[in-house]
T-cell receptor
């Protein structure tokens, strides 16, 4: 079945450091891929998405590229800020079904 | 306007009680979901409804019963609450026909069973 595997946390970085959170997926067909962010005490918000191979999603300085050959969708940011501290979820939406599959979440803490 | 709203935001109750959580979406979506998030932030799908019809029913105790009076509402009723039910419950919705669109989440209901 479809599934998502993402890097386990927690991750702690200093402000202005580079961030990469790895995400790989298993799916039949051509899923859509998403990164969600959850700030403390809040629900999940869409951060970015990509719906076909080689698409790059970007938002708020974050980027992720849909790589079909490596079945990956790694989240990157060149310079993190304290306000980026949150839990990040990689997710896929199956092409054939109506279900979303979420990774286990990666907690990021950025220290000044 | 809040796209997906759920009430209450916090719920503290005693073991053995029955409680309900309500969810409404104003996005015109066809599909609604309930997820449970544990203390380690792991998200587990519980139920999914499409146009008021149950389509996903994961391994969840039958003390949990979803009800969808119309496609804009999906409520969760929990009978005989147990300590292990303490978690954050999220409602979400998505559009069925647009497979490249995302799910929208509510702000969550933090349930504490004492």
């Amino acid at each position: 079945g479809d599934s998502v595997t993402q890097m386990e946390g927690p991750v702690t970085l200093s402000e202005e450091a580079c961030l990469t959170i790895n995400c790989t997926y298993t799916a039949t067909g051509y899923p859509s891929l998403f990164w969600y962010v959850q700030y403390p005490g809040e629900g999940l918000q869409l951060l970015l998405k990509a719906t076909k191979a080689d698409d790059k999603g970007s938002n708020k300085g974050f980027e992720a590229t849909y790589r079909k050959e490596t079945t990956s969708f790694h989240l990157e940011k060149g310079s993190v800020q304290v306000s980026d501290s949150a839990v990040y979820f990689c997710a896929l939406r199956s092409f054939t079904g109506n279900q979303f599959y979420f990774g286990t979440g990666t907690s990021l803490t950025v220290i000044p | 306007d809040t796209a997906v709203s759920q009430t209450p935001k916090y719920l503290v109750t005693q073991m053995g009680n029955d409680k309900s959580i309500k969810c409404e979406q104003n996005l015109g979506h066809d599909t609604m979901y309930w997820y449970k998030q544990d203390s380690k932030k792991f998200l587990k799908i519980m139920f999914s409804y499409n146009n008021k019809e149950l389509i996903i029913n994961e391994t969840v105790p039958n003390r949990f019963s979803p009800k969808s009076p119309d496609k804009a509402h999906l409520n969760l009723h929990i009978n005989s609450l147990e300590l292990g039910d303490s978690a954050v419950y999220f409602c979400a919705s998505s559009q069925d026909r647009l497979r490249d669109t995302e799910a929208f989440f509510g702000q969550g209901t933090r349930l504490t069973v004492v």
